[in-house]
């Protein structure tokens, strides 16, 4: 049974997945990281569920990896157990639902690489985030990756090599996050944007998310050439159809999914 992850699914299209080592501050572990791309890939699968809220049990977001089980690995070992705590961020880019990062206190390290990797990410306005790793000797090489596709080359750089905790507006400001909003309306603000969200037609949103991801290493006019093709695919199914045509009558649209 998982004890790490809590999955919540609603009955507004929204689940929830709640990290759940509040006392270690939600710091991966082999097991969370497991359960965590399990929870993952069950709610992405889950017809009920449209968008997912990532969030943390207690005072933090996540304040990284547990190193407690860093000692005694070889260069194997090791590449397998970062690997395997990795695995989630990498997993989020492949999955046809939105994930929402709902951030507060802590996202440091592995963390803050989550909140970066989320597709969006909503943030407590006291919430401090970093790739703190070179201030034990390591470093966040992994993190750094979807850090560096919301922030850019130099400030991606900054944060990894001086590994500072920024304040939640700092991280606005750079591109890292989306919403700052103040910290007891967080739960209730993230709900509402996800609910927003979950409103839209799954299609849509879906093949934006998939497009999005599989354009961005393409070359400019090749990137034009893929989107067009994932419109035109839109544009054949049954919610474009719905939409456009509850448009011109005024109505709300209903959605088929299809």
């Known amino acids: 049974m998982a004890e790490n992850v809590i999955v919540d699914v609603g009955e507004d299209f929204i689940g929830e997945i709640t990290l759940n080592r509040a006392d270690s501050l939600n710091t991966f572990t082999l097991d969370l990281a ?13 017809p009920s569920v449209r968008v997912v809220i990532l969030k943390g049990a207690g005072k933090a977001f996540c304040a990284g990896i547990d190193v407690g089980d860093f000692f005694g690995k070889s260069t194997m070992a090791y590449r397998e157990w ?40 909503i943030v407590a306005d006291n919430a401090r985030m970093g790739l703190t790793a070179i201030n034990v000797g390591l470093n966040c090489v992994g993190p750094v990756i979807p850090v560096t596709r919301s922030v850019g080359r130099k400030r991606a750089m900054e944060l990894l090599l001086y590994g500072e905790l920024i304040k939640a507006p700092a991280a606005l400001d750079m591109g890292l996050i989306n919403k700052v909003v103040p910290a007891d309306d967080l739960a209730v603000e993230a709900r509402r944007w996800a609910a927003v969200l979950a409103a839209k037609s ?37 919610d474009a159809k719905e939409g456009v045509s509850a448009f011109l009558e005024k109505r709300q649209p209903t959605w088929r999914e299809k």
């Not at 965590?36 to 889950?46: I, K």
């Not at 046809?96 to 507060?104: D, E, G, L, M, N």
């Not at 799954?202 to 393409?218: C, E, H, R, T």
């Open 82 to 121: 970062i690997a395997s705590m990795e695995t989630p961020l990498v997993t989020i880019s492949r999955m046809k639902k939105p994930v929402i990062a709902q951030v507060h206190g802590v996202a440091a390290a592995n963390g803050a690489g989550l909140v970066a990797a989320a597709d969006l990410a």
């Open 34 to 46: 497991s359960e965590l791309d399990a929870a993952f890939l069950q709610l992405d699968a889950d």
């Open 202 to 238: 799954p299609v849509a949103v879906q093949i934006a998310k998939s497009a999005f991801y599989s354009a961005a290493d393409l070359s400019y006019d090749k990137a034009f050439d893929y989107m067009n093709e994932a419109f035109a695919r839109l544009c054949s199914s049954e």
